[in-house]
């Protein structure tokens, strides 16, 4: 379940992230000539992503996506490779919110330092699409339903075999950060409930990541940004 400096994740996401119409119409008002929409490409205030444009983005290079025990702990889970898909739904003119349906979002190369466990088999975000919102403050929120909660599946390798964690969020939601100076969207401690699974999995997951570049994959991969 997002170039985004203000620009408005879950695994998440996990989400996070998040999927996120035409420009604005010529008028007499002098001040139309600086509209813009919630999401432009290739610059900020630049030309509108459209409805039905898909939004791409992988992990900062030289970052992870990590699930740890504690905000400031590093016990856990880390992901050298993540990456989302969204499709944007509605993009209004700004200041606005963009809505986004997040199709896709994918964990590789993960690896544990959690007492018990040898290794990471899966990382999944189930019940995808997830609703998404971006707004012009670059507030970005990955949102399940009641039918089809956020909710990630974790299968470990374990002293004893394989084990499965499922956790969700108390929320029903993840919340992100987007940034055009950066060309990002990042996820901060953002908790997840264990919803199932044994002893070794733990009680609340904290999901970080942070994604960029962000690029509208309709249009050349052109940089996203978010007014």
Same mark, same amino acid.
């Given at each position: 379940?997002?170039?985004?400096?203000?620009?408005?994740?879950?695994?998440?996401?996990?989400?996070?992230? #998040?999927?996120?119409?035409?420009?604005?119409?010529?008028?007499?008002?002098?001040? %139309?000539?600086?509209?813009?929409?919630?999401?432009?490409?290739?610059?900020?205030?630049?030309?509108?992503?459209?409805?039905?444009?898909?939004?791409?983005?992988?992990?900062?290079?030289?970052?992870?996506?990590?699930?740890?025990?504690?905000?400031?702990?590093?016990?856990?889970?880390?992901?050298?490779?993540?990456?989302?898909?969204?499709?944007?739904?509605?993009?209004?003119?700004?200041?606005?919110?963009?809505?986004?349906?997040?199709?896709?979002?994918?964990?590789?190369?993960?690896? #544990?330092?959690?007492?018990?466990?040898?290794?990471?088999?899966?990382?999944?975000?189930?019940?995808?699409?997830?609703?998404?919102?971006?707004?012009?403050?670059?507030?970005?929120?990955?949102?399940?339903?009641? %039918?089809?909660?956020?909710?990630?599946?974790?299968?470990?390798?374990?002293?004893?075999?394989?084990?499965?964690?499922?956790?969700? #969020?108390?929320?029903?939601?993840?919340?992100?950060?987007?940034?055009?100076?950066?060309?990002?969207?990042?996820?901060?401690?953002?908790?997840?409930?264990?919803?199932?699974?044994?002893?070794?999995?733990?009680?609340?997951?904290?999901?970080?990541?942070?994604?960029?570049?962000?690029?509208?994959?309709?249009?050349?991969?052109?940089?996203?940004?978010?007014?």
């Amino acid at each position: 379940m997002l170039r985004y400096g203000k620009i408005g994740g879950g695994l998440v996401a996990l989400a996070l992230l #998040t999927g996120l119409v035409a420009g604005t119409p010529a008028s007499a008002d002098p001040s %139309a000539a600086f509209a813009s929409n919630v999401l432009t490409y290739p610059t900020a205030g630049g030309t509108a992503v459209a409805v039905n444009d898909v939004i791409q983005a992988s992990l900062k290079t030289g970052t992870n996506a990590t699930f740890y025990n504690s905000t400031s702990g590093t016990t856990g889970i880390k992901c050298a490779a993540s990456s989302f898909s969204a499709k944007v739904l509605t993009n209004p003119t700004a200041p606005g919110t963009a809505t986004e349906s997040l199709t896709a979002q994918s964990f590789g190369s993960c690896t #544990t330092n959690v007492f018990g466990t040898t290794g990471v088999q899966s990382i999944a975000l189930n019940n995808l699409p997830y609703a998404t919102s971006v707004t012009s403050a670059g507030v970005v929120t990955i949102s399940g339903t009641a %039918a089809a909660p956020v909710q990630s599946t974790v299968v470990l390798n374990s002293l004893l075999g394989a084990i499965t964690c499922v956790y969700r #969020t108390s929320t029903n939601s993840l919340t992100g950060t987007a940034a055009n100076a950066t060309n990002s969207i990042t996820f901060t401690n953002q908790p997840f409930t264990k919803f199932s699974g044994p002893s070794l999995c733990f009680g609340t997951a904290y999901f970080s990541a942070t994604y960029s570049p962000v690029r509208d994959s309709t249009k050349g991969n052109a940089a996203v940004y978010v007014n």
